[in-house]
């Protein structure tokens, strides 16, 4: 009986108390029946129930008829043996569907070795499972706690371990050379802090690196991949051209300046758009450029409708309109895009005529 | 007695219904009989090129000139065809969006209204009238490209709306693009010249012919080969894949989570 030898007592001491009154006050000095317990503010539960004791064990059906225990045997050492052909399954799949050149190499030989791998992984687990559940004993039973702790002589020992290993190093004793110690220690993990903030971009402001894109006054727009100019003659309406500066392609952080400098060149009928002041010289006879980095969280939004000139991000569906200036229409966007003012040089091809007025992409702290 | 017999009645109580039905049948069989003379006239369409154009005059005042106008200038229901060429005209009467069904956010592809010889006609007349994107030739369609470059031309100017594996995705306000999945190399590349609807167009200067091409190539690559990663599930991205896990990964993991804790009888 694993419940505490007491409670017995307990359970006899309230009983005895026929005063209905004191039942509730639980605190109540221990003058009846705790002898060996000390008389302190021990809570005294008044509605303690008896210890029911494990309820008795349930008979499974393999234990009770011999004939289900040995098909139980068999369901189990069957599973383990798939395992088995499942483990052989793979080592003969891995060479048999070796990977080629030929893509579909690699789903014949994910799919039959993933399976005969499942396989022995599945017939392991499964037989498992399975032995446990019906032939392994399910008896439950009791295991009482031992107590932690050791007791006072291999204490003590361990004290006299600890003390005589301080005699023998002078750790205690020779403080110089423990207080060097401990300094070493501590100025060790200096250099990892440096080798760390190595790994940040090295630059004092990354907060001007966002302000600014690879345009210059007179950038060629060119094609993306290709790097091709494109002349205004080539664009015609209802097209969409998605651009990338004259020269991205040369430079070493390609990417990253692609990341920035990504424009999607549109060309709508002229008398649609609507103009704010100081921006009537951007568009060249419809031919609209705007930033494709969402100001929402920087997806590329280039999903333009031509007829009804909606602007579409596919992440988050922020619809900006073409015709407006790229105004928010729809979605979680706050800002329009960033117009990338265009004109024309002595050769037709279209030309930025300086980088966008205002950081492109989504909000950053220090953006004004 | 509240009801009264059947006898006093003049007219038996379903008459109505029945007389409904039988008007109806005679306006939508003499609809169905009168378009279908005025469609079959034009079985006998010639080969020549004068004849085939007078052959899609007369279709096109009979079935397109409402909503798009006498001479092409386009109506309040319909837009100018004046330049969009016998490559336009081909793609939407060829894959069924034209004529139009219903009013709505796009045209639906459905089977088309028209035969080859009908379609040629009405394309013949259309570009005769104004300057446009002709029809591609058979040897800018034969699927034998880079695909490659097309593959990376696709995901630059097309995945974003048509998904990187074609499988189409949804615009604004109940449009979408359509899944390419099986589309005729002749239609895609015809949608790229022509821009049908929403989608932009992608002119010689922007995608030169060669650059179609691999574009068609690339997509026809995707058709004729299994993905190598297995299931597919629509290439439609996380939202099947993750439905998918949903209810049979984590339908499993519930399932043999049962099965574990259940007592064997």
Redesign the interface.
């Known amino acids: 009986m694993a419940h505490d030898a007491s409670s017995g007592k307990d359970t006899a001491a309230t009983s005895s108390g026929l005063d209905v009154g004191s039942v509730g006050t639980a605190i109540e000095p221990s003058t009846v029946g705790h002898a060996e317990a000390d008389g302190g503010l021990a809570v005294i539960t008044t509605d303690t129930f008896t210890n029911p004791g494990l309820p008795p064990t349930r008979m499974r059906a393999t234990d009770l008829d011999p004939k289900k225990a040995r098909n139980a045997q068999r369901a189990v050492y069957t599973l383990f043996y798939l395992s088995i052909a499942g483990s052989i399954f793979a080592l003969a799949a891995y060479m048999a569907f070796p990977i080629s050149d030929d893509l579909n190499s690699i789903r014949l030989n994910t799919v039959f070795l993933g399976l005969g791998i499942t396989l022995a992984l599945m017939g392991i687990g499964l037989g498992a499972v399975h032995w446990a559940k019906t032939l392994m004993s399910d008896e439950e039973g009791e295991d009482i706690r031992h107590p932690v702790r050791s007791n006072d002589a291999t204490r003590t020992a361990a004290v006299q371990i600890f003390d005589e290993a301080n005699k023998e190093s002078g750790f205690g004793r020779r403080t110089l050379i423990r207080n060097s110690l401990i300094g070493a220690l501590v100025a060790f993990p200096l250099p990892a802090v440096i080798l760390f903030r190595g790994l940040a971009p090295e630059y004092n402001n990354p907060a001007a690196l966002l302000e600014t894109t690879m345009w210059k006054t007179g950038t060629r727009l060119t094609l993306d991949p290709s790097g091709l100019p494109v002349k205004a003659s080539d664009v015609t309406i209802g097209s969409a051209f998605h651009i990338i500066p004259e020269g991205l392609n040369d430079v070493p952080d390609r990417l990253e300046q692609k990341a920035k400098a990504a424009v999607l060149l549109m060309r709508v009928n002229v008398a649609d758009l609507t103009i704010s002041p100081g921006r009537e010289t951007w568009n060249y006879d419809g031919i609209v450029a705007y930033s494709k980095i969402c100001t929402h969280v920087g997806c590329p939004v280039a999903l333009f409708e031509q007829q009804t000139h909606h602007l579409l991000c596919p992440c988050h569906q922020s619809t900006f309109d073409v015709n407006n200036e790229c105004a928010v229409i729809f979605g979680p966007a706050k800002r329009p895009l960033p117009q990338l003012p265009i004109t024309v040089d002595g050769e037709g091809y279209l030309i930025a005529q300086s980088d966008f007025t205002q950081p492109v992409g989504p909000s950053f702290w220090e953006r004004s | 007695m509240a009801r009264k017999p059947a006898k006093a009645n003049r007219r038996h109580p379903l008459a109505t219904v029945v007389l409904i039905a039988i008007g109806l049948a005679f306006t939508g069989g003499g609809y169905a009989l009168f378009t279908s003379t005025a469609t079959a006239q034009t079985d006998t369409a010639s080969s020549t090129s004068q004849s085939s154009v007078d052959e899609g005059k007369k279709l096109f005042a009979a079935n397109c000139q409402t909503c798009h106008g006498m001479a092409l200038e386009g109506t309040p229901a319909g837009p100018s065809l004046l330049g969009v060429g016998a490559a336009s005209v081909d793609f939407q009467v060829g894959t069924g969006r034209m004529p139009l069904a219903t009013d709505g956010p796009q045209a639906m592809q459905k089977p088309p209204q028209f035969t080859e010889e009908q379609t040629q006609a009405l394309a013949d007349y259309v570009a005769s009238l104004s300057p446009g994107p002709a029809i591609p030739t058979a040897d800018q369609l034969t699927a034998n490209g880079n695909a490659t470059n097309g593959g990376?031309?696709f995901r630059?100017?097309c995945a974003?709306?048509h998904n990187v594996a074609g499988a189409g995705?949804a615009?604004?306000?109940g449009?979408f693009?359509p899944d390419l999945t099986g589309v005729d190399s002749k239609y895609i590349y015809e949608a790229m010249l022509t821009?049908p609807?929403?989608?932009?167009?992608?002119?010689d200067?922007?995608i030169t012919p060669e650059d179609k091409r691999d574009i068609i190539t690339y997509l026809k690559y995707l058709q004729n080969?299994?993905?190598?990663?297995?299931f597919e599930l629509g290439n439609l991205g996380p939202v099947a894949e993750g439905l998918f896990i949903w209810i049979f990964g984590i339908g499993a993991v519930v399932a043999l989570t049962v099965?574990?804790t259940a007592?064997?009888?």
């Open positions: 990376e031309l630059i100017n974003m709306c995705g615009l604004t306000e449009k693009a821009g609807q929403n989608m932009p167009v992608f002119n200067h922007n080969n299994p993905s190598p990663g297995g099965w574990l007592k064997s009888n």
